[in-house]
T-cell receptor, first 116, second 114 residues
Framework: AQKITQTQPGMFVQEKEAVTLDCTYD???????LFWYKQPSSGEMIFLIY??????QNATEGRYSLNFQKARKSANLVISASQLGDSAMYFC?????????????FGTGTRLKVLA | DTEVTQTPKHLVMGMTNKKSLKCEQH?????MYWYKQKAKKPPELMFV???????INESVPSRFSPECPNSSLLNLHLHALQPEDSALYLC?????????????FGPGTRLTVL
């Protein structure tokens, strides 16, 4: 069975500082994708970053980077230089490749609050 | 165009009403999804369409009826809903159902069932 675990229900960070949101996963698939989404209070899920299981380098997208440690089954999101607009719910998600499932498995989310 | 649109943004309906939610994308994506999201919870998958065919129904009650008229459109027909069906309904699309393709989500429809 596939599972995503986000152990931080809420996080605070000072504006302009970096913050790491934790995500661990469990899967028997050899190939899979890991994703992070941001959901502001407006409700829309915004895709942030993707890491494939066979990618050897950590993914980066602007201020977002994904710290991928395959052996530890972790895919932490690092946000550098936090901005007030980063305050939102963040979901880690996984999609398996070989088991035939098309489903995204979402974690329970981490609510991030950026302080001025 | 990297946008998924959903209408309406808000919907209030009685338990005897029939209504429809609409979703549209023009990114050429061949997979489309409906999710239900309750407050402070992650999205829950309801349906997956792949190349306009229903490929996954996550044991959703029959009062929810999906329809994919063409590759750009996805509808969710609602009938005889219950108050516990009140939630944010999110539509998403992806290039296909591969593990490596991100899903793009619409802004959602906030549904209230009275």
């Amino acid at each position: 069975a596939q599972k995503i675990t986000q152990t931080q229900p809420g996080m605070f960070v000072q504006e302009k500082e970096a913050v790491t949101l934790d995500c661990t996963y469990d899967t028997s698939d050899q190939s899979y994708g890991l994703f992070w989404y941001k959901q502001p209070s407006s409700g829309e899920m915004i895709f942030l970053i993707y890491q494939g299981s066979y990618d050897e380098q950590n993914a980066t997208e602007g201020r977002y980077s994904l710290n991928f440690q395959k052996a530890r089954k972790s895919a932490n999101l690092v946000i550098s230089a936090s901005q007030l607009g980063d305050s939102a719910m963040y979901f880690c998600a996984m999609r398996g490749g070989t088991s035939g499932t098309y489903k995204y498995i979402f974690g329970t989310g981490t609510r991030l609050k950026v302080l001025a | 165009d990297t946008e998924v649109t959903q209408t309406p943004k808000h919907l209030v309906m009685g338990m005897t009403n029939k209504k429809s939610l609409k979703c549209e994308q023009h990114m050429g994506h061949r997979a489309m999804y409906w999710y239900k999201q309750k407050a402070k919870k992650p999205p829950e998958l309801m349906f997956v369409y792949s190349y306009e065919k229903l490929s996954i129904n996550e044991s959703v009650p029959s009062r929810f009826s999906p329809e994919c008229p063409n590759s750009s459109l996805l509808n969710l027909h609602l009938h005889a809903l219950q108050p516990e069906d009140s939630a944010l309904y999110l539509c998403a699309s992806s290039q296909d159902v591969s593990a490596y393709n991100e899903q793009f989500f619409g802004p959602g429809t906030r549904l209230t069932v009275l």
